[in-house]
């Protein structure tokens, strides 16, 4: 399946094709054209070499309504056009992340061009070398919105920016060994409190630091042994400041994030005993404050004697042991909140050294019975 925004499919023929626009000029409008390939990548190759000549025998466009031309179009300007689209249109914890990586990384390099010069090989030039991969890929996300963005709003053909690979391999999910694990959850279940219940809940449930948080004892289903993911919280800079945030509760990361997980008999337990009539299951009358949460979290694995790690290694823990213990990916997917199963494939379905010494011990054991 091609990448949301390629525009490229597999077809029953067992054909990939992919699409792209071209202006008509007899219809007086834009249509779509294809490419068909054997392979994915193939039909992505083609598909570029296609959007490559289209940028190149295309003259320069007569202006009509809402129409100019690429070459008088400032990428700041229109970057500013698609952030006020953005914060009108999505999340406001969408619009900021948008806002600062644009502000922080792309406007003080390519403020002053014009959107006909951001090219792959201008872009590479600029930023190869400066970023993390994640930064890195942000960046070309962002500018390939902002190109979507353009040809959209003013009815040009914009390329696709492709990123290069990069040479560097995804750091290894890091979860808690089985000691670490068994320390830590003594230590939990001695003395419980609030902050040692919500620890304990996410080892049991993969919630989000945020999401734990902002949880509330109306999301506890008791009589279906449910809990249900309606909310997160975060802190996100206030309107017209550049330094002061506040702790915003906002709708979840994204729609596959609103979700329902079943609980366990225990952890129904832990929850009745500590139900209470305040709206919050953790911060009260109000959502808990992450850091707050994270700051006792580093107490917590202080005093089971676990080296410094951060909160998310719960949720990779949870996933890590569902994954052993049998769980299928689809279900553990959907009780992550992930949006594509192979998101939880690339991060957790990684088999562990134990794992595959038994699969080595078992080979043996099939050599030597066949003597």
């Avoid at 390329?159 to 690979?165: A, D, N, R, Y």
Wanted: with cysteine.
């Amino acid at each position: 399946m091609g990448r949301h925004g390629e525009n490229i499919r597999k077809r029953k023929d067992g054909r990939w094709e992919g699409r792209y626009l071209v202006y008509d000029k007899e219809k007086g409008k834009k249509v779509y054209r294809s490419v068909y390939a054997c392979s994915y990548e193939t039909a992505r190759e083609l598909l570029e070499d296609k959007k490559e000549q289209i940028l190149n025998l295309t003259d320069k466009p007569v202006r009509k309504q809402n129409r100019i031309s690429p070459e008088d179009m400032n990428l700041d300007a229109i970057a500013q056009e698609w952030l006020a689209e953005v914060q009108e249109k999505r999340k406001q914890s969408t619009y900021v992340k948008y806002r600062l990586i644009y502000h922080n990384h792309i406007r003080k390099i390519f403020q002053d061009i014009a959107l006909s010069e951001l090219t792959n090989a201008e872009v590479r030039e600029k930023i190869s070398g400066q970023y993390s991969d994640s930064v890195y890929k942000s960046i070309y996300c962002i500018l390939n919105q902002i190109l979507k963005f353009a040809s959209e709003r003013y009815n040009v053909i914009m390329p696709f920016l492709k990123k290069s690979i990069s040479n560097t391999r995804n750091s290894p999910i890091k979860v808690l060994d089985k000691s670490e694990q068994k320390r830590l959850i003594n230590v939990l279940f001695t003395d419980t409190d609030r902050f040692k219940m919500a620890v304990l809940m996410c080892l049991f449930t993969g919630l989000r630091l945020g999401e734990l948080c902002a949880l509330k004892w109306t999301d506890i289903d008791f009589e279906n042994k449910l809990l249900i993911v309606n909310r997160t919280v975060q802190r996100l800079y206030a309107e017209g400041y550049q330094t002061k945030t506040i702790l915003t509760e906002t709708s979840p990361k994204s729609a596959y994030s609103k979700r329902e997980i079943p609980l366990s008999d225990k952890t129904l337990e832990l929850f009745l005993k500590f139900q209470n009539s305040e709206e919050y299951v953790f911060g009260g009358e109000k959502p808990l404050e992450p850091k707050r949460l994270q700051y006792h979290f580093k107490k917590i694995l202080k005093e089971a004697q676990v080296s410094d790690k951060n909160f998310h290694v719960l949720r990779h823990t949870f996933s890590t042991n569902c994954i052993e213990g049998g769980t299928d990916v689809k279900s553990l997917s959907e009780m992550l909140g992930h949006s594509d199963v192979q998101i939880t494939l690339n991060c957790y379905v990684h088999p562990s050294m134990e794992t595959k010494r038994q699969y080595i011990n078992n080979l043996l054991e099939i050599y030597y019975s066949t003597n």
